[in-house]
């Protein structure tokens, strides 16, 4: 089907589903396609395995069934129609509508779960979704969404409301995006710039490059086994997993030592140079290394390491453009820094992101009130993730207040539109009716003027 033959239809599933569906069949169409998800799991994580070759099985399972849940979770209940709220003081209505028609640009290293969060968020506001995969994850996302839409049947759902592109290209894309509503791309750079020169409204993410502190007096084999378990999730293609964690100098021995006991191998500093060559060539990150096993790595790199390593941890030689390894790195491996005190640690997590991951995610291990709220005023990240992992809480989590997601907005720091975790609220237009209230004191002139 042509793209402009997929727009019309979308459009008119849109008008249908907008007015025939209210807010409880909504959200039951909502949760029948999260479920379709939660309920496929194992076949869709394997399916996603086969074809991009990336990540690791398990947590693929688990990325999907919890995506799917928390998704669920943080939209049941939620009012996304209709008037959503009338200010006691002024009268002011505020009433929320549908943009349309959504483009839904989606990545290899999430096929599954970023277009179910898509496509959950578009049903909930009433609008239609274009779903455009990445060619190298075509079959696996496609299956989904079809998935997601032979689930919806019974539910009379309008033909055509979701849809997804089996052969993408470039051209097609480009083509889609011209011709919605809204543009949500999920992946690389290239393609959120693109999505941002659609000449349509577009959220998109910034690059991924999470610096870690860890605080003294914490517990640090409880924050290595975080970190790490962080940084081995789904071989490290989370873009808010933990990059580098930056350790005070003079525990350096518990540290490391609380890092080994969780799986950590510490690079000497004779093979330092094969790992990193491995990794980056010319300056760029190999591709043949994303979401790669550390076996593979190493293999690749040519050194031994321990059966039981979960990660490889490269000591940095130097802070930002400094050194290689302190950009982004989406394997299991990390880099690691030491400070003497607090606010070098902060000057070294700022230097690093100013390289790579502006505006994205950081983290912090601490004990210290004082200190969580220092990094989060001194460090320009969207989300401080605390006390957690951040590869499986910075897209959200029920716990933490952060909407559940797979797009993760970075804020003007990361050239994107929003500082938050992208979710349904994104996808609606909002009518204010004003009305002039004679109940409301206007103040004079001198009255203005002589507030506080």
């Known amino acids: 089907m042509e793209i402009k033959e997929m727009i019309a239809l979308a459009r008119a599933a849109q008008k249908e589903y907008q007015e025939r569906f209210n807010q409880d069949t909504v959200d039951e169409v909502v949760k029948a396609a999260t479920k379709a998800v939660y309920d496929r799991a194992e076949l869709l994580a394997q399916m996603a395995i086969d074809e991009t070759q990336m990540g690791v099985y398990e947590h693929k399972v688990a990325k999907n069934r919890n995506k799917a849940k928390g998704v669920w979770s943080n939209l049941q209940g939620k009012k996304s129609m209709g008037v959503m709220e009338i200010d006691d003081e002024t009268g002011l209505i505020k009433i929320a509508k549908p943009v349309g028609v959504v483009a839904a640009i989606t990545p290899m290293t999430n096929p599954i779960v970023t277009p179910m969060a898509n496509i959950a968020f578009a049903l909930k506001t009433k609008n239609a979704i274009i779903v455009a995969p990445h060619p190298k994850a075509k079959n696996c996302s496609t299956y989904t969404v079809n998935k997601i839409v032979e689930c919806l049947l019974s539910y ?5 409301l979701i849809q997804i592109i089996e052969e993408p290209s470039i051209e097609k894309t480009q083509e889609l995006m011209a011709s919605v509503d809204v543009v949500v791309a999920t992946g690389g750079m290239q393609m959120v710039h693109s999505a941002y020169s659609s000449g349509k409204p577009s959220f998109g993410v910034g690059a991924g490059n999470v610096q870690v502190i860890l605080d003294r007096s914490i517990d640090y084999d409880e924050a290595a086994d975080k970190i790490i378990t962080g940084r081995a999730f789904d071989n490290g293609i989370i873009c808010s997993g933990e990059q580098s964690f930056i350790y005070p100098a003079k525990d350096k021995q518990k540290v490391f030592e609380a890092f080994v006991r969780h799986g950590a191998y510490f690079v ?19 591709r043949d290394i994303v979401g790669q096993s550390v076996e593979m790595i190493s293999r690749k790199a040519g050194i031994s390491v321990p059966e039981a390593t979960r990660v490889l941890v490269v000591q940095a030689q130097g802070v930002g453009k400094e050194d290689i390894i302190c950009k982004e790195k ?8 030491s400070y003497n005190y607090f606010e070098e640690a902060l000057d070294i997590a700022k230097t690093n992101l100013s390289l790579e991951g502006s505006g994205h ?6 004990n210290n009130q004082a200190n969580i ?8 990240v969207s989300r401080l993730i605390v006390n957690a992992s951040c590869s499986i809480t910075a897209g959200g989590s029920i716990q933490n207040g952060l909407s559940v997601t797979t797009t993760l907005g970075c804020g003007s720091w990361g050239n994107n539109s929003i500082s938050e975790n992208f979710t349904y609220k994104h996808l609606l237009n909002i009518t204010r009716v004003a009305q002039v209230s004679p109940h409301i004191h206007v103040p004079t002139d001198d009255e203005i003027w002589a507030m506080k």
């Open 156 to 160: 009379n759902v309008p033909e055509g």
């Open 268 to 286: 000497p500093e004779e093979e330092r140079d094969k790992v990193v060559n491995a990794i980056f060539k010319d300056g760029a990150l190999c």
């Open 330 to 337: 989406m394997c299991p491996v990390m880099a690691c820094f």
């Open 361 to 366: 995610t950081a983290g912090i291990h601490s």
């Open 373 to 380: 709220i220092k990094a989060g005023m001194e460090i320009s």
